[in-house]
């Protein structure tokens, strides 16, 4: 299983969403390990000082491809969920070198979680869907992924040209937002719409 992540896919607003344009996703890979597995805690990492979390959508792959043809892309993932990626901090500066930057802080053991499963054909309109987290029963997030600015077709299309894609892959669609740092003891839930999808405690 291979995870894929997007990196700054969301405009603020629907104003920016007109004046901006990009030309090309910004795609990082985690190992296999970075998935917290179903029935596991998520503990605080021992090596941070600081950590923070964005909620994001995510997709399965359901069909192998390589350069998938963005019009076809629908075809290849069979299952939305809500997942929460953590960026994980501490105050080594060898840490926060370019070239280390992404391994150190975003894609350590369980450093990513996902929810419940739903069928995408259960979703009429991918870029009309609403998710949010909470934390300690407040609402930190809201977003709709209208607001992408590479909807699910592009960002599979994209990955495709350089990665195989393979069943069971899993793709996190970007988070517009990170919310404040976290703690140990804080409770975080994660919807789509009304389903509340993933909920657990950092301990």
Do not use: H
């Not at 998710?131 to 300690?136: E, G, H, I, S, V």
């Amino acid at each position: 299983m291979q995870i894929f992540c997007v990196e700054q896919n969301y405009f603020s607003n629907k104003k920016e969403q007109i004046n901006i344009v990009k030309s090309t996703p910004l795609i990082y890979t985690k190992p296999a390990t970075a998935l917290l597995q179903k029935g596991e805690t998520f503990y605080y990492p021992e090596f941070a000082d600081e950590l923070y979390c964005g909620c994001e959508l995510a997709l399965r792959i359901s069909k192998a491809g390589k350069n998938v043809d963005e019009n076809f892309a629908a075809n290849f993932y069979d299952a939305v969920t809500v997942g929460i990626n953590f960026i994980a901090f501490d105050d080594n500066p060898e840490s926060m070198d370019k070239n280390l930057f992404w391994n150190a802080t975003k894609a350590w053991n369980k450093s990513s979680v996902i929810g419940k499963w739903l069928q995408a054909s259960d979703f009429s309109d991918k870029q009309n869907i609403d998710f949010c987290l909470y934390k300690n029963k407040e609402m930190v997030q809201f977003c709709n992924s209208g607001l992408m600015i590479y909807n699910f077709n592009k960002i599979i299309s994209t990955i495709s040209n350089s990665y195989s894609l393979n069943i069971g892959d899993i793709i996190f669609t970007g988070s517009q937002v990170n919310i404040g740092e976290l703690l140990t003891g804080d409770k975080l839930e994660a919807f789509i719409e009304d389903d509340s999808l993933l909920e657990f405690e950092i301990e």
